[in-house]
């Protein structure tokens, strides 16, 4: 059995699909425990006794984060070293996600595993402790830090830009961030290759991977790209991608710092398992027609 946490988010509720061909699979969801409470965890662990957890659950409210530490903290480094620790414990697999917000953004080139860390907000905190518990509790784990992440379903950027451009005239949206937007199904795909060769046993495939798409641009840009394929589909808006107007991360005050350059690089996972990640533009065609025909049906 492949358990997969948070399966009503984003990453999780792609993954029920694409994990499928690879045995049974059990999505939790809010309505099987809370998995910010540890005894909630244990009686789930023991009920399914997964040969693989792939854990897609996590605090996700980057802003509210900030208020709400212990919140954070409780889902994004505790929930993760007790996955760990059962794994380790009962030979399961892991495979875990993290972010490019374990960085500190800056510089203007695409980060490698290896890069030192600093995290600027509580989320990039809570969600790096997450990550170095898996990697202490020397169990069997693939950690994928990914960005920018987007769907046809859920909360995400993509979605906010096309009820925006139905709403209003004109968008300013910031122009000084930079990285890399990555579909939910891209992520659950990659993820689904990698289980395969562990399945297998390939036991090289291990510790930190970057996984985004290929290329880079910023907010702004995407919003213009989202705006403008959308209109290409016949997707009726009250705006077209020219009344996007770049600002600045000053002009468009937080309550968590973002990093301005978010940049991954992504040669360690295509390597690993053989692949050729689609540039974003490419995927966020096949992301938007996935809205549209979703949208007409
Ligand atoms: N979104 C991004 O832009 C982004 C960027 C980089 C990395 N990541 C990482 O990618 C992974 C997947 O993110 P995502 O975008 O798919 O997140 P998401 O859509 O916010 O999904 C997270 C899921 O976790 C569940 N969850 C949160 N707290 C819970 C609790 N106490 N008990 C049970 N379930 C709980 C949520 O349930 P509810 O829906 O009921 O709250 C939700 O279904 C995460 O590790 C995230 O840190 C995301």
């Not at 490698?112 to 402790?129: M, Q, R």
Request: net charge negative; hydrophobic share 40%; charged share 20%.
């Amino acid at each position: 059995m492949i358990l997969v946490t948070g399966s009503d988010g984003q990453v999780g509720y792609a993954l029920l699909k694409t994990l499928a061909p690879l045995g049974p699979v059990k999505g939790l969801t809010r309505e099987d425990g809370d998995l910010s409470n540890a005894e909630d965890v244990a009686g789930l662990l023991e009920k399914f006794r997964p040969r693989c957890i792939v854990n897609a659950a996590a605090y996700t409210s980057v802003d509210q984060a900030e208020s709400n530490p212990d919140a954070a903290h409780a889902m994004n480094a505790k929930l993760p070293a007790q996955l760990a620790a059962w794994a380790r414990a009962n030979g399961a697999l892991l495979i875990h996600y993290s972010t490019d917000y374990v960085y500190d953004g800056s510089g203007d080139q695409p980060w490698a595993e290896n890069a030192l860390t600093g995290p600027l907000s509580v989320y990039g905190k809570t969600k790096l402790a997450g990550d170095q518990a898996v990697l202490d509790a020397g169990v069997d784990a693939i950690i994928f830090r990914t960005s920018w992440v987007y769907g046809a379903r859920g909360h995400n950027f993509m979605l906010t830009m096309l009820r925006l451009a139905r709403e209003r005239d004109q968008l300013s949206v910031v122009s000084d961030q930079w990285g890399t937007p990555t579909p939910a199904w891209l992520i659950a795909e990659v993820t689904a290759v990698a289980l395969r060769d562990k399945l297998r046993g390939a036991k090289a495939l291990d510790g930190v991977y970057h996984l985004t798409c290929r290329g880079e641009t910023t907010w702004c840009d995407f919003s213009k790209a989202i705006i403008g394929g959308a209109c290409d589909f016949g997707v009726p808006l009250s705006m077209s991608s020219d009344k996007v107007s770049p600002i600045p991360t000053a002009d468009y005050p937080a309550p968590a710092p973002r990093p301005l350059n978010s940049r991954l690089s992504v040669r360690r996972v295509e390597q690993a398992l053989g692949l050729e990640l689609p540039d974003w533009r490419d995927a966020l065609q096949l992301t938007l027609r996935d809205w549209v025909e979703f949208r007409n049906n």
